[in-house]
Structure formats: C-alpha cells, structure tokens
C-alpha cells in the first residue's frame, strides 16, 4: 500500500507496492478484479483501454489504494518509525509489516481460514497467470512456492522477506534487520494498521473505481 519506492534486483524492479495480503483482502471477489489488483504495478500508463473492464477496475482499484496511503496520517506515522533504519526503503519495510498484521490478527477481520484463503488466491491467480504483465508473471510462482500470505503471519517470516530484499538489491540493503523495529513497536503498528483498514475500505467503497 504505502511506499512507492522501488527495489532494483537481479531478477528486475520488484512491484513498489509489497504488501501483496492487504490488497488481496481488500480486492472483493470478482476474479478480474482481484488480479488486476495484483499485477498493477506492472501497469503503465493511464490508458488502461487495452485491459478487459474487470482488470482495469483492479488496476484503477490498486492505484486508489496507492494514493490513498502515501499521505494518509496513520501511514505516515508507521513509515517515520522506519525512517532511521530504512531511510527510502521505509514505506518497503511498512508494507511487510502491515501484511504482519493483517495476517497474524486474520481471524479477526475474516471469516476465511489463512490457509484457504492463501491457496484459493494462489489458485486463482495462476489460471488468469496468462494475462499478466511479465513482474506479476514471474513473482507469482516464488510467492506460492514460499507461501509468501501465510510466512508473512511471523516475525521470522517477515524478517527473512525483508533480508530476501536486501540480499537482491544493493539499494535496498537498508531493509534487512528492519525486523527489529516491527518487534519494538509491534503494539502501535497493529493499532495504526487495524484502524487504517476500514478507513480503506470505505474510501475504496466512494472511489470512483468502476471508470
């Protein structure tokens, strides 16, 4: 959701946006929607006339969720606490921690067993894997080998997806270890992140996602 600094690596320009969980659990559930959310930031351009409706209303979906997020005060506060250690690379690092959120209190905010609904995202998004843009293409076979929605539910999980990143980029070596201020502040990051969701949610429900 928030950071739209990239992360060069050796396999490319990862997606700005890593927080995978927190834009699948807010996609709905219309199957297009869903994975034009995620393969947005493989989008370039704002003629989307290309896609077919329901993907440009994932894609536009996504861009609102980006929008809202890089000024939006609970973020910003989440993403100051980083600063030191991550410097650019904070709003990376928020992204995971959010998802660390999302997935550890995921009984609370859904009805859907993790597990389920890991495994039916991972199905769903591979059968429509053809009508990716090659970033999504190529990232979604790594995401479910590592079962990267469910991993992210611990603090090793989270730390070895940040010292993943750091290991492939020069650049974003300042992430590693960013664990560590996630631990310190576990409690203010899992207040920021329950409250910043429905705030999402309802502005996503105004969004003028359908044009």
Not at 173 to 187: F, I, K, Y
Request: charged fraction near 20%; aromatic fraction near 8%; proline fraction near 4%.
């Amino acid at each position: 959701m928030e950071g739209r600094k990239p992360v060069e690596t050796a396999g490319g320009t990862l997606a700005a946006c890593m927080n995978f969980l927190g834009h699948l659990y807010v996609s709905g559930e219309d199957p297009l929607v869903i994975v034009g959310n995620f393969m947005a930031d493989g989008v370039k351009g704002r003629d989307l006339s290309g896609w077919p409706a329901k993907l440009q209303q994932g894609i536009r979906m996504h861009r609102h969720i980006d929008s809202f997020t890089d000024t939006h005060p609970l973020t910003l506060q989440g993403r100051e606490r980083l600063r030191e250690h991550c410097g650019h690379y904070a709003g990376v690092a928020l992204d995971l921690f959010y998802d660390h959120v999302i997935a550890s209190n995921w009984s609370a905010i859904h009805d859907e067993t993790p597990e389920n609904f890991a495994q039916r995202m991972y199905a769903l998004l591979g059968a429509h894997s053809d009508v990716m843009p090659d970033r999504a293409r190529h990232m979604l076979p790594y995401m479910v080998e590592h079962d990267w929605l469910n991993t992210y539910a611990t603090l090793p999980g989270i730390g070895g997806a940040l010292a993943g990143l750091a290991k492939r980029s020069g650049a974003g070596a300042q992430l590693a270890g960013a664990e560590t201020v996630l631990e310190e502040h576990l409690s203010a990051y899992t207040e920021e992140c329950l409250a910043f969701l429905p705030q999402l949610q309802t502005h996503l429900s105004h969004a003028e996602v359908q044009r």
